[in-house]
């Protein structure tokens, strides 16, 4: 059995929505380390994992609040394809802070 590429529309979608809830919980986790007097560019790799899979974590919640999982089971996408979907940009918001961190300071 052949796997089926993802539509698009489907991945950019998905993309979009990872990217979104990722840059919303990176903002609110960096003003909670800004209000604790730490600088919100030095996170450790670990919180940087917990980040990424707290915001992957969002998206299949939004997925699952707007009732598209079965949609997208129906259009063959399967859950380990949106968990990668959802956690890439957040992987690369990550990986680009993690680098500025380390150019700044």
Known sequence: MSMLRSNTLVVRSCLLRG?????LAR??????IV???GD??????RSAVIIIGMSTALAFAQTARLRE????GNLGVPGATLAAYFALPALAGELVIALLGAALG
Not at 69 to 72: P, S
């Open 69 to 72: 999982r079965v949609l997208l």
């Open 19 to 23: 990217a979104i809830l990722w840059l």
């Open 35 to 37: 209000a604790a007097y």
């Open 27 to 32: 903002t609110l986790i960096s003003a909670m």
């Open 40 to 45: 919100p560019f030095a996170v450790s790799a």
